[in-house]
C-alpha cells in the first residue's frame, strides 16, 4: 500500500501565490509518477500536473506558465507551487501516484491518491 499525505493550500486573494506538497509512504517502489488532480465544487476531478521518475513533467492548459512542479525523490516528495492564482483556481486538490513507469500525463496513469487539501482564491 501507498500513503500520500498533503500539506499546504489554504486561502490567498487572486494574483497571489501558494505552495502544496506531498509526501508519499509505504511500498512506492522506483520508477514512479506523482502528480496532482484539482475538483471543484460540480466538477469532475481533472488530472492538472504530472512529473515522471526521470523529471519530465506534464502542464495542464490552464495552468502552463503559472504552476510549476518539483519533485525531491530522494524524500519521495512532490511540491506544486502555484503563482498568479485565479478565482477558477479553487478547488481541492489531490496528490496522487502512479506506480512503475506509468504515464504520468494520463489520469488512468495514478493508482494512488491523498486526502485532498483545499486552495480558495479569492476575487
Known amino acids: 500500500q501507498v500513503q500520500l499525505v498533503e500539506s499546504g493550500g489554504g486561502l490567498v486573494q487572486a494574483g497571489g501565490s501558494l505552495r502544496v506538497s506531498c509526501a508519499a509512504s509505504?511500498?512506492?517502489?522506483?520508477?514512479?509518477?506523482m502528480g496532482w488532480f484539482r475538483q471543484a465544487p460540480g466538477k469532475e476531478r481533472d488530472l492538472i500536473v504530472g512529473?515522471?521518475?526521470?523529471?519530465?513533467?506534464y502542464y495542464e492548459d490552464s495552468v502552463k506558465g503559472r504552476f510549476t512542479i518539483s519533485r525531491d525523490s530522494a524524500m519521495n516528495t512532490v511540491h506544486l507551487q502555484m503563482n498568479s492564482l485565479k478565482p477558477e483556481d479553487t478547488a481541492v486538490y489531490y496528490c496522487?501516484?502512479?506506480?512503475?513507469?506509468?504515464?504520468?500525463?494520463?489520469?488512468?496513469?495514478?493508482?494512488?491518491w491523498g486526502q485532498g487539501t483545499q486552495v480558495t482564491v479569492s476575487s
Open positions: 496522487a501516484l502512479g506506480l512503475y513507469y506509468s504515464n504520468y500525463r494520463s489520469a488512468r496513469g495514478y493508482d494512488y
Open positions: 509505504g511500498r512506492t517502489g522506483s520508477r514512479y509518477s
Open positions: 512529473i515522471d521518475w526521470n523529471g519530465d513533467t
